[in-house]
């Protein structure tokens, strides 16, 4: 392989890998701006219409509908830069729930793919900016509900890395929300669920149980998810409770991983957890419906009806329906079983230890009265001998 194909190589890799990385969360939206180098400064928002600006494209239709409107990106650094421009797919990061995008490389195959931008390249001079017109067409098949996308204006920057040419994709968005109207489907579930205990090692003092979880949004809305983790131990006894942050615009088919230590467990043999996850419209995060098991949001926008889900039913409202799983966990203090088999074994000990004590003290009793009764018989023996 050659150097330049091995850097080429090298290159794609680095790219393909950070590309994700260097997206970051701002308040709603995308980030506005970021730089490369010290010397590249850029943002991306939408056009502003006649009813002001926008922090992130925001759509409800029916299929079969085509959009057209535009983003501006701008260079606020001290040099001109070249941005390369695409439309990718949203996904929630699997590990921390944060909104994220495709990869560049990664095909977008929602809503993402259905946004043609007029320029995929273009070169902006300092303290300018440029309004890029873009077109979206709905499928006339595209399933209702919220469907998310993020347009990207990307700097490619070059390096080295062990000697060989690398280049590193640095990216900033606007968010795309688009809901496209039909029957809308609510559903949320806590698949994957396990469990485990740990000790301490003062027999005496409660442990530590571990709980993990996935948090899947099965429906066609994206949602804010509280939960709730209450642990008991046998009869219902209350062991412990912990509240893990909200799940905050978790998108439809997506699923984020939940893991948590819960302190302060007592050791009772046996340990049932509870997830309970409550789910709301964007924005219900840390407020849980107050009472009942149903959150009921706002209605939708666009016209609905009512619809049946394996895990949830829905509402003509949008209804939200809280959902539990359970896990069983044994919880022994391994240290404390230790402690209380070495004390019956003690106390094994000394009751042989007594019982073979008395047992031959009785045994003991007993020669020494067979002794005595046989020297009895023989004195009488001998008088009755001398007698005669």
Do not use: C
Not at 2 to 23: D, E, F, G, K, Q
Not at 240 to 267: E, H, M, S, Y
């Amino acid at each position: 392989m050659s150097r330049i194909t091995a850097s080429v190589a090298v290159l794609v890799a680095l790219t393909l890998a950070l590309s994700p990385v260097l997206i970051h969360a701002l308040g709603g939206g995308l980030p506005e701006t970021a730089s490369a180098d010290g010397e590249i400064t850029w943002s991306v928002e939408p056009a502003p219409t006649t009813d002001g600006q926008r922090r992130t494209f925001e759509y409800s239709v029916g299929p079969g509908t085509q959009i057209v409107d535009s983003v501006v990106v701008s260079n606020s650094g001290a040099t001109a830069a070249d941005f390369m421009l695409y439309a990718t797919d949203a996904i929630n990061e699997p590990s921390t729930g944060a909104f994220g995008l495709l990869a560049h490389s990664a095909k977008p195959t929602d809503v993402g793919g259905w946004v043609t931008l007029a320029n995929s390249k273009i070169t902006i001079q300092p303290g300018a900016q440029a309004t890029v017109p873009f077109s979206m067409v709905i499928p006339s098949d595209a399933a209702p509900g919220d469907h998310v996308a993020g347009i990207v204006a990307a700097v490619l920057t070059t390096g080295t890395q062990s000697g060989a040419a690398v280049t590193l994709e640095q990216r900033v968005g606007a968010r795309v929300y688009l809901k496209v109207s039909g029957v809308p489907k609510v559903g949320v579930e806590a698949v994957g669920l396990v469990s485990g205990y740990g000790p301490s090692f003062n027999p005496f003092a409660p442990g530590t149980l571990s709980i993990g979880y996935d948090v899947s949004n099965t429906g066609n809305l994206r949602m804010d998810v509280n939960q709730r983790i209450v642990i008991t131990g046998p009869f219902g006894i209350p062991l412990g409770a912990f509240t893990p942050k909200p799940v905050v615009n978790i998108l439809p088919r997506q699923t984020v991983r939940i893991t948590a230590d819960v302190p302060a467990i007592a050791a009772l043999a046996l340990a049932w957890s509870t997830v309970t996850l409550t789910p709301g419209e964007v924005g219900t995060a840390d407020k849980p419906a107050a009472t009942g098991s149903t959150a009921t949001p706002t209605p939708s926008p666009t016209p609905t009806t009512a619809a049946t889900s394996d895990a949830v039913v829905d509402t003509t409202a949008s209804g939200f329906t809280v959902v539990s799983s359970t896990v069983t966990t044994l919880a022994i203090s391994w240290t404390l079983l230790i402690l209380v088999i070495i004390v019956i074994a003690v106390i094994y000990l000394i009751w042989r230890y007594l019982s073979g004590t008395r047992e031959r003290m009785y045994l003991a009793i007993d020669e020494a009265t067979h002794a005595a009764r046989e020297q009895a018989i023989g004195a009488s023996a001998a008088e009755e001998a001398t007698g005669k």
